[in-house]
Nanobody, 125 residues
Framework: QVQLVESGGGSVQAGGSLRLSCTASGRSSSDFAMAWFRQAPGKERELVGGISLNGATIHYEDSVKGRFFISRDNAKNTLYLQMNSLEPEDTAVYYC??????????????????WGQGTQVIVSS
């Protein structure tokens, strides 16, 4: 069992940056592949990107590629999402997710058993 807590959300103007954090407790984050998802009002939850348990593989969705960067610090049990050049379309609740995949990154929300409570990101034009 692992508990995930996101932080770092907020309001920012278009073109700005935010860094989200997701801290794991109850079990070492190094046991888990992790990912960021987001859900905008009236839309389905979608993958932002994910990272393998050792950080060797990182995947980004095309909508954020080159603007968002995922990293992890397993010594701190923390996953990060650096978001640059934010656009109003990035407005959503951002969730971190984790599961025990030993290799690679899974891209479906149904592949992840553990979820944080979400943190709101609002980007104004």
């Amino acid at each position: 069992q692992v508990q995930l807590v996101e932080s770092g959300g907020g309001s920012v103007q278009a073109g700005g940056s935010l860094r989200l954090s997701c801290t794991a407790s109850g079990r070492s984050s190094s046991d888990f592949a992790m990912a960021w998802f987001r859900q905008a009002p009236g839309k389905e939850r979608e993958l932002v990107g994910g990272i393998s348990l050792n950080g060797a593989t990182i995947h980004y969705e095309d909508s954020v590629k080159g603007r968002f960067f995922i990293s992890r610090d397993n010594a701190k049990n923390t996953l990060y999402l650096q978001m640059n050049s934010l656009e109003p379309e990035d407005t959503a609740v951002y969730y971190c997710a984790a599961d025990l995949w030993p290799v690679g990154v899974r891209r479906s929300s149904s592949d992840y058993a553990y979820w944080g409570q979400g943190t709101q990101v609002i980007v104004s034009s």
